[in-house]
């Protein structure tokens, strides 16, 4: 992430321990650990926090999908439901089409009116 070398860490020591001295050294750098380590799990805690929301949010957006596509399901099936007593009213029965052929002949039969 930084990239520190090797010898970048090795002149930060000899500098730490120009400016500290060999007997504060121990301690400050025992107490840098620690930071570095409180602020190591505070990072982790918070990525996987995050990592959670996301999950959460991925899992509410897959769940309104379905739900979404259930709905459309149940809409197709009610259409279903309501085209077919329409379809069978737009099309003509056989009783339907057999009786003005009969109720013609019967009228040819009969002829005029006096």
């Keep these: 992430m930084f990239d520190i070398?090797?010898?970048?860490?090795?002149?930060?020591?000899?500098?730490?321990?120009?400016?500290?001295?060999?007997?504060?050294?121990?301690?400050?750098v025992r107490t840098a650990g620690l930071w570095i380590g409180r602020?190591?799990?505070?990072?982790?805690?918070?990525?996987?926090e995050v990592e959670r929301e996301i999950g959460a949010d991925e899992i509410r957006r897959q769940?309104?999908?379905e739900q979404i596509l259930d709905l459309e399901r149940e809409m197709n099936a009610m259409k279903q439901t309501l085209n077919a007593p329409l379809a069978?009213?737009?099309?003509?029965?056989?009783?339907?089409?057999?009786a003005p052929a009969a109720e013609s002949s019967s009228t040819k039969d009969k002829g005029p009116s006096a």
Excluded: Q
């Design 5 to 28: 070398g090797f010898t970048e860490l090795l002149l930060i020591g000899v500098v730490a321990l120009i400016v500290l001295g060999p007997d504060r050294l121990p301690g400050a």
């Design 39 to 48: 602020i190591k799990r505070s990072f982790s805690a918070i990525k996987a």
């Design 63 to 65: 769940l309104h999908n």
């Design 88 to 98: 069978s009213l737009t099309e003509p029965s056989p009783d339907s089409v057999a």
